[in-house]
């Protein structure tokens, strides 16, 4: 499904909510180049090989350890336990032009595959650099471009496939905007990484931490030697230099994770396996609770009178579940999203409560301001709603005939309606219904049955500078 761009404006991410953070895949192609003297994989080695660097990388990212090397003050970052991400080679099982699922075997080192531009990191494993001038097993790099680069594997590929899978890490640690962990301006520094300390003693006339510019050497006039700017395999930071890299601090992942969230792109795909069938998740009666990172929802979200929800980032709802506002409850998505798990399956929408015998409340109104008698309402303020049945219903869930609970408030601006069958259900409501739309797009399926809004019998529901498009009813 099609990123709006606004689920990730209000998202916090915080290695305080690791646990309930959903998870994501990058989808990766793997590309082989020959060596000089021609020689390549044949298909049944390459494929060996590609899947066991992406299995081992991914083996490592769901077991990491403790950053060794101590932070700001002498300081020892907490676990990170896992990266909360997995690689995935990604095919399209109908493109005839990608035979090896993923895997290509180029002719040549210069060559290139844009199958899958744009929806994959491509990991290019070559001879030589791009300059031609330097072959080093064990070696990597990420370009400017966003592909990755591994060097040696042809050759060296029975060493250590582990080393490999670090290296895979690293890169595309620096792919999700990570610097080294020695780099004196790593967006880490003083929170939970210290540079000096991640970068090891050179000779005593050189600082440890990395200048500028950014020297792979520095001349040390003590020894007359040219060194390595930082002791190899000092510390086992992911983004070390080194061969036992496994760690990541929290500050390092919940920037490598608030980086792939907020660039929208396709080959970063949150939700990991969709789930059936969970409990309920109920907001209490007197509370207000906020949503702001992302997470997946496998039952249904039930909004008690006199409680307010705060949507500000990306859910992922789970096929059939619902966001269910009683009388007196409200629901404020503002700057996130509501989306379908499987894209196969539709989520259930927002069913909202009214009371048919009673005026509707103002939708600005603290729920606290108007008691659990009167309607539900729903504020949609630069939000998504995507992928549902029905986005939202004015219905009771459990007794959706009940005229009785006939009346709920929807107020929406700025915020998109996708994908849905029908993105707004009004039912029979005869007193003034408040209800409006300001400057939102209605996208539909571009089918029969697509729909926009209907309304039964009810007036005075106001829409303005809204778009409408693909409805075929």
Request: some cysteine; aromatic content about 10%; hydrophobic content about 35%.
């Amino acid at each position: 499904m099609e990123n709006s761009g606004q689920e990730g404006a209000g998202c916090n991410i915080d290695f305080a909510d690791f646990d309930e953070i959903m998870p994501f895949t990058i989808r990766m192609n793997i590309h082989f180049h020959p060596n000089p003297d021609g020689s390549n994989f044949d298909v049944a080695t390459g494929k060996m090989v590609a899947q066991q660097l992406v299995a081992l990388a991914n083996a490592e990212l769901n077991n990491l350890a403790q950053n060794e090397r101590p932070g700001p003050g002498g300081a020892q970052a907490p676990l990170v336990p896992s990266a909360r991400f997995q690689y995935e080679i990604y095919t399209d099982p109908a493109n005839p032009e990608d035979p090896h699922g993923g895997i290509w075997f180029h002719p040549g080192q210069a060559s290139e595959s844009d199958a899958y531009a744009g929806l994959v990191v491509d990991i290019h494993c070559r001879d030589a650099r791009p300059d031609g001038t330097r072959r080093l097993c064990h070696s990597g790099v990420f370009l400017s471009g966003g592909s990755i680069e591994i060097y040696g594997l042809l050759d060296c590929w029975e060493d250590d496939m582990g080393w490999y899978a670090r290296i895979l890490n690293h890169e595309v640690g620096h792919s999700l905007s990570l610097g080294h962990s020695s780099y004196c301006q790593n967006q880490c520094q003083g929170i939970d990484l210290d540079p000096e300390q991640e970068c090891g003693p050179l000779c005593p006339s050189q600082g440890t931490c990395e200048p500028e510019p950014n020297p792979s050497q520095v001349f040390c006039p003590e020894t007359g030697e040219t060194v390595g700017h930082c002791t190899w395999n000092f510390g086992n930071n992911i983004m070390q230099q080194g061969y036992r890299i496994n760690a990541l601090t929290p500050c390092q992942w919940e920037t490598a994770y608030r980086f792939a969230l907020n660039s929208q792109l396709p080959m970063y795909v949150f939700g990991g396996e969709c789930e059936g069938t969970g409990p309920p998740i109920v907001i209490p009666s007197n509370t207000e609770k906020t949503w702001d990172f992302p997470r997946t929802v496998s039952g249904d979200v039930i909004v008690e009178p006199n409680a307010t929800l705060y949507v500000n980032c990306l859910v992922l709802m789970g096929p059939g579940r619902r966001f269910h506002v009683k009388r007196g409850g409200k629901l404020v998505v503002q700057n996130g999203a509501i989306r379908a798990w499987c894209e196969e399956e539709r989520w259930g929408g927002i069913w909202v409560e009214g009371n048919r015998g009673e005026e509707q409340p103002d939708y600005e109104a603290s729920v606290n301001d108007y008691g659990d008698h009167l309607a539900g309402v729903v504020v949609l303020l630069n939000a998504t709603l995507e992928g549902a049945g029905t986005a939202v219903t004015t219905r009771k869930l459990g007794d959706p005939d009940n005229r009785d609970y006939f009346g709920g408030l929807v107020f929406a601006a700025h915020s998109d309606f996708v994908g849905n069958k029908r993105a707004v259900e009004f039912m029979l409501y005869e007193k003034p219904n408040k209800s409006l739309f300001f400057d939102n797009l209605f996208d539909g399926l571009g089918e029969p049955g697509s729909m926009g809004v209907t309304i039964w019998r009810c007036h005075g529901i106001a829409f303005d500078y809204n778009i409408f498009r693909n409805m075929l009813n």
